[in-house]
T-cell receptor, first 111, second 114 residues
Framework: SQKIEQNSEALNIQEGKTATLTCNYT??????LQWYRQDPGRGPVFLLL?????KEKRKERLKVTFDTTLKQSLFHITASQPADSATYLC??????????FGSGTKLNVKP | NAGVMQNPRHLVRRRGQEARLRCSPM?????VYWYRQLPEEGLKFMVY????????ESGMPKERFSAEFPKEGPSILRIQQVVRGDSAAYFC????????????FGEGSRLTVL
């Protein structure tokens, strides 16, 4: 069965540094992958989508890579700020806007 | 442009009662999805609906759970005879088209079963 792994331990970094979050998956080859941000008690908010034929995607301070050989996506936030503190979810498409979601990695950016 | 609206935000039910969760998609969106999130877990797909049609309910428990998206009005997720294990956050999402890749989520409905 499909398995998505995100680091369950919180990532603590200092303001201004680059945060790197990992999403690994098995037993599936998604056509695209997404990253969402979720704040406590709120719904997920879409951040970035990357397709299988794209190696890298950028949006402002965010960067996503997608390695279909390694079955891994990396999500980077450069020049991190305390406001970036949240849980970040990786989601793999499984057809018609259905997604497998990872359990998320909590990011804490300390001032 | 209003986002996806869910209500109630919080719902408390006793075992055996019924829970009804409502979702109004974003304006212009005709595709609705329901996901369930347990504490410290990822979102689990439940059902995908278009107006008056259930497209995919492969993630929906076979018993006690049902969903609809009528021609007029919000989508409704109905849980009959709730049990404690139904306690979770239920999120609705909508999209303009199928397979566009971006879901717009509501703020969720948090169900607590006593």
């Amino acid at each position: 069965s499909q398995k998505i792994e995100q680091n369950s331990e919180a990532l603590n970094i200092q303001e201004g540094k680059t945060a790197t979050l990992t999403c690994n998956y098995t037993n599936y080859s998604p056509a695209y992958l997404q990253w969402y941000r979720q704040d406590p008690g709120r719904g997920p908010v879409f951040l970035l989508l990357i397709r299988e034929n794209e190696k890298e995607k950028r949006k402002e301070r965010l960067k996503v890579t997608f390695d279909t050989t390694l079955k891994q996506s990396l999500f980077h936030i450069t020049a991190s700020q305390p406001a970036d503190s949240a849980t970040y979810l990786c989601a793999l498409e499984r057809g018609f806007n259905k997604f497998y979601f990872g359990s998320g990695t909590k990011l804490n950016v300390k001032p | 442009n209003a986002g996806v609206m869910q209500n109630p935000r919080h719902l408390v039910r006793r075992r055996g009662q019924e829970a009804r969760l409502r979702c109004s998609p974003m304006k212009g969106h005709s595709h609705v999805y329901w996901y369930r999130q347990l504490p410290e877990e990822g979102l689990k797909f439940m059902v995908y609906l278009q107006k008056e049609n259930i497209i995919d309910e492969s993630g929906m428990p076979k018993e006690r759970f049902s969903a609809e998206f009528p021609k007029e009005g919000p989508s409704i997720l109905r849980i009959q005879q709730v049990v404690r294990g139904d306690s979770a956050a239920y999120f609705c999402a909508s999209s303009r088209d199928a397979d566009t890749g971006e879901l717009f989520f509501g703020e969720g409905s948090r169900l607590t079963v006593l």
